[in-house]
């Protein structure tokens, strides 16, 4: 090694991000061992690498005694104030014992050294990466797959994507781009093995963080989200300030926002639904597109009591039980529906008492604007009549009284 190969440490440490004494170190380490080996040395040895010029030098150690049992690992007193008069009993002797022909073998340590230690660099620097990504998601591409992986590249690792985190209605072809939800990064001897989903809820949640800025930007809230992946989702959605519209600003204009997740999903069916601390209002919202005429609840055994409409049962209920079980995973409560005839048989449903969602106090009409209104609403019909066919049509009795004013205003102005 020369001065060279020090600047080329040098330049490694700046580029990777290898500090050049880790290197040296390491290739101190490697050469003792490889001295040992070559020249079936079993004593005691330093190695020192010049940190300018790349001078590689081998020196045995010995331990000073007064009768020497093994020449290997030690010296008399004598030899050693021989070399030095300042060396004591138990003190270390250093004798050079560097071979001639160790140039080559010191150069092909440390091109293994040096290998191995920019492959263990780079495998840090991708676990630092990744570590931070979990629970993120991330576009790859798929690159081959066998019967318990797919291997998706991710720019500086292959992720692997199992058979039970894949969307049972999407199958993944050679150089097919995806957005997977990471789950998780370890370190192995092989490196650091990510593993990646494309079932997990959190993947729906990043993807309208993605679409929708009033997610990213906090403004609304993903509270909850339940997710049967491929078939149907639902997600409860939250804005602190009432003048937003989270369900809204989710659904986008046109629908594009949400419209442009479920093509991601390959058409997986997704509920928006809004969130409410009020469990009678956020059950029924839950169960939609289902109506909801009433919600009984439980608070000790966090269970609720749903009744609706005959004609919606199986509508609340949906497919194979799919819209209720999602409704409960997403609200946290247990719900048992009931339609409204079996839920009056049982004496568990009474319209005046019920728990409509939604709902607010009635106030009882003022039947004198209620009266006024109905004539005014009658005497326009009449003028429009009137106007549309040119017939005289017998005017209500607010009517005539209406032109014997203006008749008596303009006999006044004449006057006048």
Known sequence: MNSDFMDALSTLETDKGIEKEVIVEAIEAALISAYKRNFNQAQNVRVDVNRDTGTIRVFARKEVVEEVFDPRLEISIEAAKEINPAYELDDVVEIEVTPKNFGRIAAQTAKQVVTQRVREAERSIIYSDFIDREEDIMTGIVQRQDHRFIYVDLGKVEALLPQSEQMSNEHYKHNDRIKAYITKVEKTTKGPQIMISRTHPGLLKRLFELEV?????????????????????????????????????????????????????????????????????????????????????????????????????????????????????????????????????????????????????????????????????????ILMTRRWTGTKVKKTKRGEDSEKKKSAAAKMHSNG
């Open 213 to 381: 800025p009033e997610i990213y930007d906090g403004t609304v809230e993903i509270v909850s989200v339940a997710r049967e992946a491929g078939d149907r989702s639902k997600i409860s959605v939250y804005a602190e300030d009432k003048d937003v519209d989270p369900v809204g600003s989710c659904v986008g204009p046109r629908g594009q926002r949400v419209q442009t997740i479920v093509d991601e999903l390959k058409g997986e069916k997704i509920d928006i639904v809004r969130w409410s601390e009020n469990p009678v209002d956020y059950v029924a919202n839950a169960l939609s597109p289902s109506k909801v005429l009433d919600v009984q609840v439980n608070e000790e055994e966090k269970s609720t009591l749903v009744v609706v409409p005959d004609y919606q049962l199986s509508l609340a209920i949906g497919k194979r039980g799919q819209n209720a079980r999602l409704a409960a995973k997403l609200t946290g409560w247990k719900i048992d529906i009931k339609n409204e005839t079996e839920a009056k048989e049982l004496g568990l449903y009474d319209p005046e008492t019920a728990n409509v969602p939604g709902a607010e106090p009635k106030e009882e009409p003022d039947e004198e604007s209620h009266v006024e209104g109905e004539e005014d609403w009658l005497e326009q019909v």
